[in-house]
Nanobody, 127 residues
Framework: QVQLVESGGGSVQTGGSLRLSCATS????????MGWFRQGQGKEREFVSY????????YYAASVRGRFTISRDYAKSMVYLQMNSLKPEDTAVYYC????????????????????WGQGTQVIVSS
């Protein structure tokens, strides 16, 4: 079992920044990819970004590329999502998720791929 707890959400104005954190615990000795997803009100959950366990690969949704940066501190079992130049359309609940032993990019952008999820943290961007 892996436990994930997100934090760092809040309310900001357009153009502002936030850094989300995801604390992982449990079977963290296994190599796993970490993903960030988001779900706006009345919308489906969508992919934002992922990072491989060894930082060998990162990938971003087109809507956030160039504005968001994913990183991880393996020693601290933490994953981060730095969000800059925020827009109202970034408003959503943000979730981190983990998947053991997978490097297939086509799979890692899908919500159904991930085994474990956090409870989410709300981000509100006002215009």
């Amino acid at each position: 079992q892996v436990q994930l707890v997100e934090s760092g959400g809040g309310s900001v104005q357009t153009g502002g920044s936030l850094r989300l954190s995801c604390a992982t615990s449990g079977r963290t000795f296994s190599p796993y990819a970490m993903g960030w997803f988001r779900q706006g009100q009345g919308k489906e959950r969508e992919f934002v970004s992922y990072i491989q366990w060894d930082n060998s690969d990162t990938y971003y949704a087109a809507s956030v590329r160039g504005r968001f940066t994913i990183s991880r501190d393996y020693a601290k079992s933490m994953v981060y999502l730095q969000m800059n130049s925020l827009k109202p359309e970034d408003t959503a609940v943000y979730y981190c998720a983990s998947k053991v032993n997978l490097s297939n990019r086509n799979m890692l952008v899908l919500t159904t791929t991930y085994e474990y999820w956090g409870q989410g943290t709300q981000v509100i961007v006002s215009s």
